[in-house]
């Protein structure tokens, strides 16, 4: 039998018996859509801490247990065993690909992995030093204007040539935008190499020389790639979600994500960790810079610690630690990177056994050690949240394709609000005013 929920205003007696939505994992969701209606009000949850704005078959947390899913399969286990085109794969379609299916898939990504020379010529307008994610932004709204073949978004075969395109170009854009940072010509893709590899070579080589893969450092990144591929509706998804809720392009939507993901309560933690471990100086500066962290006045926030949904460690912090360990002992110039990953280690185990922490169940989050390994990979500080986007783009884009899909749920987005501004009042000529 079906559980309901009821609701009463105890003032005017009106009630709703509100449906119970049992997920497979997880939390029960009251559907609180017939409360306007029947008791004459509105919800108010600010940030959506206690609301669940769609259904979703995509990827599944349990922020308790620190249990991370896509399609079903943990995470440890993609990490270890999978690749990034392959999760591409399973989180578009659902499934792990067949044989064929994979042969298809990945030629029809390697068909896309160029960029319209155009697009780099609005690469060449923006200031050398342009922060990269600020060309990102720009660059991939730009996209729909050069692949507007297939834009209807009503159309399911158009929104499948939009994925693929998206996520074969992403990392070409984004290595564009450190070359042109980097004042260095702009690679080609060479599809003979694989997808990460590829995007290794247009990042860190130049035509005059061949440039050879080092495995180690490939796996590396083909691994931080897999732990950001999704993670179901945070600030970035939710945000292409709610765009492309207006019928939008992909390619507009995406570009509001990567707006979204740029902040440092977000993907922009990872570059604010390394700025943090900079300037907290020496391993004997750490309780000093917890101090302050604690102090409510000083505004500042243990970056890279903490979690809407994770009260536990976040499952994906505990494969990087562990990633970190191993990576810098195998590559070779890590004389940086080492220092300030025993800094984290000790900046972890401090704030871990503080009670502010403890309290709060503030645990290392995504971004605590991600940064210390796209450092040793040789990813300057301003392309470590570009790299997120260029791993995210396949969650955010299988999610919008995914309620674009939805005949049920799918409407416009558009929340309410509680008003709290002037009463009515009559417009005061500027000769009246005091
Ligand atoms: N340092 C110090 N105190 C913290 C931190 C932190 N990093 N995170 C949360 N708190 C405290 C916060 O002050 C509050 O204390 P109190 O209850 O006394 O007011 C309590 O913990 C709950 O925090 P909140 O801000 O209400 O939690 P939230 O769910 O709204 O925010 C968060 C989540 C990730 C924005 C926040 O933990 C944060 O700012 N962390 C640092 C930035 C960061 O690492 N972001 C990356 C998030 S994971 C990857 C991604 O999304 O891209």
Same mark, same amino acid.
């Given at each position: 039998m079906s559980k309901t929920l009821t609701l009463t205003d105890n003032d005017t007696g009106r009630s709703a018996e509100l449906p119970v939505l049992e997920p497979t994992y997880g939390t029960p969701v009251v559907d609180i859509s017939g409360v306007p209606r029947e008791i004459g009000c509105f919800t108010h949850d600010p940030g959506y801490g206690a609301t669940s704005a769609c259904r979703s078959w995509v990827t599944y947390i349990d922020g308790d247990q620190g249990i991370l899913l896509y399609r079903g399969y943990p995470i440890e286990q993609l990490a270890e065993k999978s690749s990034f085109l392959e999760v591409c794969y399973l989180l578009i379609y659902g499934e792990l690909p067949g044989a064929a299916e994979w042969v298809e898939f990945e030629a029809d990504i390697r068909k896309h992995t160029m960029v319209h020379e155009g697009l780099r010529t609005i690469i060449t307008g923006y200031r050398r030093g342009s922060h990269p994610m600020a060309m990102m932004v720009g660059l991939v709204g730009a996209l729909s204007g050069f692949y507007h /073949?297939?834009? /209807?978004?009503?159309d399911p075969a158009h929104r499948l040539a939009c994925i693929h395109r998206l996520v074969a170009k992403m990392p070409t854009i984004a290595a564009d935008t450190h070359k042109w940072g980097a004042g260095q010509p702009f690679m080609h893709p060479d599809n003979s190499y694989g997808f990460v590899e590829n995007f290794m070579r247009m990042m860190f080589g130049v035509p005059a020389e061949p440039f050879e893969v080092d495995p180690v450092a490939a796996r590396a990144l083909e691994l931080m790639m897999i732990l950001h591929a999704d993670h179901e509706q945070n600030a970035s998804t939710s945000t292409v979600r709610l765009c492309g809720s207006s019928g939008t392009n992909p390619y507009a939507a995406i570009a509001a994500g990567i707006a979204t993901l740029w902040g440092p309560a977000h993907g922009g933690a990872n570059e604010a960790v390394v700025q943090m471990l900079s300037e907290i100086g020496g391993r004997g500066d750490i309780p000093k810079f917890i101090d302050r962290v604690k102090d409510r006045e000083s505004g500042v926030r243990l970056m890279g610690f903490g979690h809407r949904v994770y009260k536990s460690y976040d499952p994906r912090a505990s494969i990087i630690r562990n990633a970190c360990h191993d990576l810098l002992s195998k590559l070779e110039g890590t004389e940086r990177e080492q220092p300030m990953f025993e800094s984290a280690l000790e900046l972890e185990r401090i704030a871990r056994s503080d009670d502010y922490f403890i309290e709060r169940n503030l645990y290392p989050n995504v971004d605590f050690y991600s940064g210390i390994i796209l450092s040793a990979l040789g990813f300057p500080l301003n392309m470590f949240t570009v790299i997120f986007a260029v791993a995210r783009t396949v969650g955010w884009i299988t999610q919008w394709n995914e309620m674009l899909g939805d005949t049920e749920d799918f409407r416009i987005g558009r929340p309410r609000q509680l008003y709290l501004g002037h009463a009515r009042r009559d417009y005061v000529p500027a000769e009246e005013r005091s």
């Open positions: /073949d297939a834009l /209807d978004v009503n």
